[in-house]
């Protein structure tokens, strides 16, 4: 009997951060009207733009129902969970810049991508450090539909770490 290497999916450890690289995240997730109106109702958020079929259909420029854009933040976010942060980050210190240059609709594909921006151990904290991303989405015609920044605390690679 030999011993079997294990290998558990986990994000990167701060020291495995470059800034500059970009993480394409994969694969998307179509976004479906059950998830745009259980999000939507789970969040309190009563727009008729979410909600109401015949009012969005009627109202220009779109003709139809918006997904909610805190559901395309989280959404983008979530994607790059697996990658980049799974088991190693500490928390999230704060998200900026967020914009929505186009709205997603039901039926659309969100895909992700992540750009390290910056990276520095924490003063306070020995053993983490913080990473900065830009997270941008995109739908499936490749059009950009959520930009965001955000600031992570990170963990550094334990001594006994594989």
């Known amino acids: 009997m030999t011993d ?73 976010v979530g994607l790059s969970v697996a990658q980049l942060t799974q088991g190693t980050i500490v928390g999230n210190l704060g998200f900026s810049d967020i914009a929505f240059p186009r709205p997603l609709f039901h039926g659309d594909t969100l895909y992700a991508e992540s750009e390290v921006i910056d990276k520095r151990e924490s003063k306070r904290r020995p053993g983490e450090g913080i990473v900065t991303f830009a997270h941008t989405g995109r739908n499936q015609h490749g059009d950009v539909v959520a930009t965001a920044s955000r600031k992570t605390m990170v963990r550094k690679r334990p001594a006994d770490a594989v």
Not at 8 to 16: A, S
Not at 39 to 68: E, G, I, S, W, Y
């Open 4 to 76: 079997k290497r294990i290998v558990e999916q986990r994000g990167l450890w701060f020291e495995e951060f470059e800034p500059g690289v970009i993480y394409k995240h994969r694969p998307g997730r179509t976004i479906t009207e059950a998830d745009n109106v259980l999000f939507t109702t789970l969040t309190m958020n009563t727009q008729a733009l979410h909600l109401d079929a015949a009012f969005a259909d009627a109202l220009p420029p779109f003709h139809a129902r918006l997904v909610n854009s805190m559901f395309t933040l989280s959404t983008l």
